[in-house]
């Protein structure tokens, strides 16, 4: 099994890879093998396939993304994490994860997914709420842990000095880890993901 992360930072090592380094740590422990894919430090740009991914299932701007959608087809399970910009994900991670999911959306589905945000101070709720949208737009389970899935510092030594920040992410982590074992139990147990109705979709003003 693995677990493929994205860094939304524009730093490669920053406090977000921090944080999703110690994720990685405890999934490594479970026996679940872990890829931080550094993806925040190109623009991305907003998508709702004006330039034509939706033609060919690849999302034609943003290498990030090509080759983030090839890996999610061996992944398991996704974690994004993203620094706090004015009370918001990172405009990188913004557009990447809005390509990702329009281009590539039929290798997210039904995958877990988990989250966590890094910040010096505040605005991490909102950002978090930001993040949450994709896993709810494609009938991914979201992991949580014990509270806000959230590190707190200004530089990676700071987060490291977040005990309860970490723990959090730890937890995270382990019920990650827990799912996924259940999920591939039911699997060898004849256990598949559920099929969805035909979408529908109602205008509001006709």
């Known amino acids: 099994m693995k677990v493929l992360m994205f860094n939304g930072s524009p730093k490669v090592k920053g406090c977000t890879y921090t944080a999703l380094s110690e994720m990685a740590k ?6 679940i093998e872990t ?3 550094h993806v925040g430090a190109h623009p ?4 709702m396939g004006c330039c034509g991914c939706s033609e060919n299932g690849e999302c034609v701007y943003g290498g ?4 983030a959608a090839k ?3 061996d992944a398991d399970a996704v974690v994004f994490g993203s620094p ?5 994900v990172s405009g990188n991670m913004m557009g990447f994860m809005h390509r990702l999911a329009w281009s590539a959306g039929k290798d997210l589905k039904y995958k877990p997914a988990a989250m966590v945000v890094s910040a010096r101070r505040a605005g991490t709720t909102t950002a978090l709420d ?5 896993p709810e737009f494609l009938s991914m389970p979201l ?4 509270y806000w899935p959230m590190v707190h510092g200004s530089t990676p030594e700071d987060v490291l000095k977040d005990e309860e920040g970490l723990q959090i992410v730890r937890n995270i982590a382990r019920n990650m880890a827990w799912i996924l074992k259940c999920i591939d139990l039911g699997k060898k147990n004849g256990i598949e993901h559920p099929v969805e109705e035909p979408k529908i979709k109602t205008n509001f003003i006709r």
């Open 71 to 73: 890996k999610l087809k």
């Open 143 to 146: 992991i949580n842990g014990n």
């Open 64 to 67: 990030e993304v090509v080759e």
């Open 26 to 31: 405890i999934l490594n422990e479970e026996g």
């Open 44 to 47: 991305q740009g907003s998508c």
């Open 84 to 88: 706090v910009h004015y009370a918001s």
């Open 130 to 134: 930001e993040i949450a949208k994709v």
């Open 35 to 37: 890829e931080i894919m």
